[in-house]
């Protein structure tokens, strides 16, 4: 029997819904992706870059639970309705746990990128810092952790000298000689400029976050209105 009056309405808006909860997944996916581009550029923070797979893989799982929100509403079907209402749950939950993972990543960020300068400068004579390093000096036009003097004691460089990165333009050995040298290097310390950086990119993604948070608990409640009006609606019968 098709449910009749306001069962009826709330049978068309969770159909309405499911649409914008598929526009949440895609939201979700392209959130995770820029967190995990934005993670990688810094060698020492890949060990939080599970946070943003989670929100990817949510992102991916959520194209197949609009599937049941969308036919079991279209359907008036309870058991569909019923496992669209569970899997959401579960997913807000997982998406809570990412979110937990951010807000403790936020609160130790300057700290992980003070430890991560120093092991990357310390050892920039390695492949994997140096290219990371030098990707950042490039990318954020700075040098160093807090200054170009962080270079200074430096026994991977000539005295006085910086990596070609910190240069404005970047020529091969244009930092040498030059750590003090404002007209052909950048002076600024990466670690604010990088530390602001990332900090606001994980705010944005915490409010957009709770928005769709937001418009996910509306599809449960949707969810349970509806299943109550075709459960009753079996009743009559």
């Known amino acids: 029997m098709a449910v009749e009056g306001g069962a009826k309405c709330i049978k068309y808006l969770l159909f309405f819904f499911n649409f914008i909860f598929w526009l949440c997944g895609l939201a979700l996916i392209v959130l995770g992706v820029l967190a995990k581009v934005s993670i990688n550029t810094t060698a020492f923070l890949k060990g939080y870059s599970g946070s943003p797979l989670v929100l990817i893989v949510v992102g991916v799982v959520i194209f197949f639970i609009a599937f049941f929100g969308c036919c079991g509403a279209w359907k008036e079907n309870q058991c569909m309705i019923t496992t669209f209402a569970v899997l959401l749950s579960l997913i807000i939950i997982i998406e809570i746990g990412a979110a937990i993972a951010g807000y403790v990543l936020h609160g130790n960020l300057t700290d992980l990128l003070n430890k991560g300068f120093d092991v990357m400068i310390t050892g920039y004579n390695e492949t994997e810092n140096r290219e990371t390093l030098d990707t950042i000096q490039q990318d954020y036009k700075c040098c160093g952790r807090n200054s170009s003097i962080d270079w200074l004691n430096s ?9 070609d990165s910190c240069c404005k333009n970047v020529t091969q050995n244009c930092g040498k000689g030059a750590i003090r040298d404002t007209s052909k290097i950048y002076t600024d ?3 604010p400029i990088l530390d602001k950086f990332l900090k606001r990119n994980i705010l944005w993604i915490a409010v957009a976050s709770l928005v769709i948070a937001f418009v996910q608990i509306t599809g449960i409640v949707l969810s349970c209105i509806l299943m109550r009006g075709i459960r009753s609606g079996y009743e009559v019968m």
């Open 189 to 191: 310390g990466c670690l």
């Open 155 to 163: 026994k991977f460089l000539a005295p006085n000298s910086v990596p």
